[in-house]
């Protein structure tokens, strides 16, 4: 069972491949249209029109870029922190930037068509007809623009069908005016470019309505637009259209060149290779996408077993499909120039097919150029993607064509093209070289792996899951994984359940779903004493709510793994790449080890010195689940009061005993104390009947005469911990607990975790006698409560609320859940209590700091009530606010 099925791989990669090669291909499909229509109706010049005006395509390809880019990191930063706020922020900020940009080239291609005409290489011949097309494309940059956005928008809300629909639409539509404008109507090159800006108007039209409906999660507003973010948004999406403009240069500056050497045949030929060029290419385009994103994901996870297998399979079968396909480019070529220029005894003819024989060759270079470039830029070498963008972009062709083209004439131009892409690929060794100051020493050198990067096989667990035979021994695989590594038996335990539930679910709602057959793929990794699980699937996409639906108390321990490994977990993040869907759960060494080094310390001790009231207290754990989810009954929005808040006070108890003081505590007070962790909400969850009897008794009367405004609810939970001493006192039968002295000990201890009095020697004697001859230090023991459930304040409080605090209705619980959903993590070290918390809302920072004020208090008191009054002690003294 420890390896992965490596066919997953493979089939992962040539699943994805066909749609990521489309998604290239269909931005060729408008400019091949009009190809064929300039060059069957109105003539080779109107090919060289089109073709010179490509390099103004690709400037608009790469503004639409560089916005795209940008947004897509901000709004996945905002979204993995469950602020729609912000997202919504970033996409009114990209709408509103989107508009003006496109309003201005609008404006820039209207005013200045001439001069851009002469600046894209025109001769005196094409220059009035370059002109016009100019004015008529002018009209659809802006649909153009803002329909790319949306575009982006609607995948991200699950809406693709609606963008293949408007993709459909403006092929049809551009297709149709094609025909009408240019053919049937004779408007020439107006009408080529009119059909162009209608269909990109279409197909802004076929998108943007969603946006005015109820189903869109993002909503547009000018007031809402960060602006803050505008130039992080530039700077983060420039680098990757970097190559595009640098692109759109070079076909400016090959234009000229070609227009010297080769006249206007050589612009024709160009401009009807550029039309096509998209579509050519964009194999190895989308081999590229694939290996960047998947690259990516393995190297987060550090698994270099992956990444050579993924280079192997698309150094190897990938590659030789590239190789095919260039075969039947070249089998094809003249068929593809017969489309464009019908006479075959042509100069222009001659050139175009030349061109398409000598680049067909070059489709194995292109694609290991576009795995080098890829690769590297998923692995982190930033800096040498930017130069080879530039080197690639521009100076790779332009300076061959330079020398050749006075020489060859067009044939120099052509022969730029394999010359550039070799001496590009040629730069990834010399990088590698320079990168390492020496030759690499092995193939892990060579592709740039550094020394501690990936675990060992020994430090690796790998599984692939085929069906739910599987799962059980997955799991126990990852338990045996967890703890020959030192990780402790209740992270391990939990680690291998969470894995299991999560892969019972894929299995059963994910599986089930097609008829097509699926793979879960599963890793743990443990590194520098930190703990990575993954799990990578090919099912249909979920999302963050769904997972949240997932980890929330539902009144039984169905999910207890999931929920158990998020509250350690120090990371939780999910993602949809291209058609895969992968989820990371990191946990630091320091929450694994501060958990378990005092993990069921109480417990253990218990069950070893006295396994009579350690059975005592189990049956009430047993008993206590469901009395305690009923808090939602009353409070279905309030914070979490179950058991698994229990479980979180009695794990921070043990580890404000530690191991130096256990000892010091005999078992009746170990019992009271842990009674006393799980019985201290009770009173949030009770009954009706129980409410009427006891509410004379808590000054139910005097308690609305001084707040007319309040309800039964702001009633109990004020009084819930006197409730809940109650209610120990009434049901001491039902737990079974051993004497009365031991009944009033839990009660008090249950009361004490807030509001009491523990300096009160009545209430809280440091020595209250047991009938067996034991004293039990009820001020120690209170004190111990009321620090522990003062600190449960992590996010993970309330999951489901993590993702949809606009569900929630009482405004008190709102704020109190903005506060939990901004705190990231507690660290308990010896000296203090560490929050981290994210937030940028001020109102809802200045809560955290009165809460964390609150906190100190709390925390000074106990310290006192222990120092003053026991023999223990409390060595953290500080409650300490910082910010992610």
Not at 269 to 282: D, K, Q, T, V
Request: aromatic share 10%; with cysteine.
């Amino acid at each position: 069972m420890n390896k992965t099925d490596n066919r997953m791989l493979e089939k992962l990669f040539f699943n994805m491949l066909p749609v990521q090669v489309l998604i290239f291909a269909m931005g060729s499909v408008n400019s091949i249209v009009d190809g064929v229509i300039a060059g069957q109706f109105i003539g080779p010049g109107a090919v060289g029109v089109v073709g010179l005006y490509y390099s103004m395509v690709n400037i608009y390809n790469a503004t639409g870029s560089v916005l795209l880019g940008g947004t897509a990191v901000l709004c996945g930063r905002y979204m993995g922190r469950g602020d729609s706020k912000k997202t919504e922020g970033i996409f009114s900020l990209n709408l509103t930037l989107t508009f003006i940009i496109g309003v201005l080239l609008t404006f820039v291609c209207l005013v200045f068509r001439g001069p851009i005409a002469v600046l894209l290489g025109a001769t005196e011949e094409l220059e009035g007809d370059l002109v016009t097309y100019i004015t008529g494309y002018a009209l659809g940059i802006l649909p153009m623009l803002l329909a790319q956005q949306i575009a982006a928008f609607l995948q991200l809300e699950r809406r693709s069908v609606r963008g293949y629909i408007g993709v459909a639409g403006m092929i049809i539509s551009n297709v149709s005016l094609d025909i009408l404008f240019v053919s049937i109507l004779k408007m020439g090159i107006w009408g080529l470019a009119l059909a162009t800006s209608f269909s990109n108007i279409v197909y802004f039209l076929i998108l943007v309505p969603y946006y005015f409906t109820s189903k869109a999660q993002l909503h547009y507003s000018i007031r809402n637009a960060l602006w803050s973010k505008a130039l992080s948004l530039v700077k983060i999406g420039f680098p990757g259209a970097l190559l595009v403009f640098c692109i759109a240069i070079r076909f400016t500056v090959i234009n000229h060149i070609l227009i010297a050497c080769a006249g206007n045949d050589g612009i024709s030929a160009m401009g009807a290779f550029n039309m096509i060029h998209g579509l050519i290419i964009s194999y190895c385009l989308g081999n590229g996408a694939i290996i960047r994103m998947l690259v990516s994901v393995f190297m987060g996870e550090q698994d270099k077993s992956s990444i050579k297998k993924i280079l192997h399979v698309v150094f190897t079968k990938a590659l030789a499909l590239a190789c095919v396909l260039a075969v039947i480019l070249v089998l094809i070529s003249p068929g593809i120039t017969r489309i464009f220029f019908a006479d075959s005894t042509s100069n222009v003819y001659h050139l175009l097919h030349q061109l398409l024989i000598i680049y067909s060759f070059c489709m194995p270079l292109i694609l290991i150029c576009q795995i080098f470039t890829n690769y590297l830029q998923a692995m982190g070498h930033t800096r040498f993607v930017n130069f080879q963008s530039v080197f690639d972009g521009f100076f790779s062709m332009v300076l061959p064509a330079l020398v050749l083209a006075p020489v060859m004439g067009a044939l120099g131009v052509w022969l730029s093209n394999p010359i550039g892409i070799i001496l590009t690929i040629m730069t990834v060794p010399l990088y590698c070289i320079i990168y390492w100051k020496r030759i690499p020493a092995s193939y892990d050198e060579w592709l740039l792996f550094s020394p501690g990067f990936g675990a060992d096989p020994e430090d690796c667990f790998a599984v692939t899951i085929h069906d739910t035979a599987d799962v059980t021994m997955a799991s126990a695989g990852v338990q045996d994984f967890c703890e020959r590594h030192d990780i402790g038996k209740r992270s391990a335990y939990f680690s291998a359940l969470c894995l299991e539930e999560m892969a019972v679910n894929v299995v059963k709602h994910g599986f089930m779903l097609d008829s097509r057959s699926h793979t879960l793929d599963i890793r743990a990794v443990y590194s520098a004493g930190n703990m990575m699980l993954r799990l990578r699937d090919d099912c249909i996409p979920f999302d963050p709510s769904e997972m949240a639906e997932i980890v929330k108390d539902s009144g039984s321990f169905e999910n207890n793994g999931i929920r158990m490994v998020y509250n350690i977990a120090d990371e939780v993040t999910y993602q949809n790449l291209l058609g895969m869907n992968v989820l990371t759960v990191k946990i630091l060494e320091c929450d694994l080890g501060a958990v378990e080094s005092t993990d069921y310390l109480l417990e253990t001790k218990l069950k070893e010195d006295d396994p009579e009231l350690h059975k005592r207290f189990k049956d009430t754990v047993f008993v206590v689940q469901s009395i305690l989810n009923r808090y939602k009954l009353m409070f279905p929005e309030y914070t979490d009061h179950s058991i698994f808040h229990s479980l979180t006070v009695i794990d921070s108890c043990n580890r404000l005993i530690g191991e130096e003081q256990i000892d010091k505590l005999n078992t009746d007070e170990i019992f009271i104390l842990l009674m006393g962790c799980y019985l201290h909400d009770v009173g949030m969850g009770i009954s009706e009947n129980d409410f009427l009897e006891f509410k004379d008794r808590l000054g139910e009367e005097e308690y609305f005469r001084t707040n007319p405004g309040a309800s039964k609810s702001d009633f109990v939970r004020d009084r819930h911990n006197e409730f809940s001493g109650l209610f120990i006192e009434k049901y001491a039968g039902l737990f079974d607990l051993p004497t009365p002295e031991h009944t009033f000990a839990i009660k008090q201890v249950a009361r004490g975790h807030r509001k009491t009095d523990l300096f009160d020697e009545k209430e809280y004697p440091a020595a209250f006698a047991l009938p067996n001859g034991n004293s039990v230090c009820l001020p120690y023991l209170a004190s111990l409560l009321r620090i522990a459930d003062e600190i449960d304040v992590v996010a993970t409080r309330n999951p489901i609320l993590l993702y949809d605090i606009g569900s929630l209705t009482d405004n008190k619980q709102i704020a109190e859940n903005k506060k939990l959903n901004a705190i990231k993590a507690m660290m308990m070290t010896k000296e203090a209590f560490v929050l981290t918390a994210h937030t940028d809302d001020s109102t809802v920072y200045e809560d955290l700091v009165r809460m964390a004020d609150k906190m100190q208090k709390t925390l000074d008191l106990c310290r006192k009530v222990i120092a003053e009054r026991t023999d223990f002690r409390l060595i953290q003294k500080k409650v300490i606010l910082r910010k992610a």
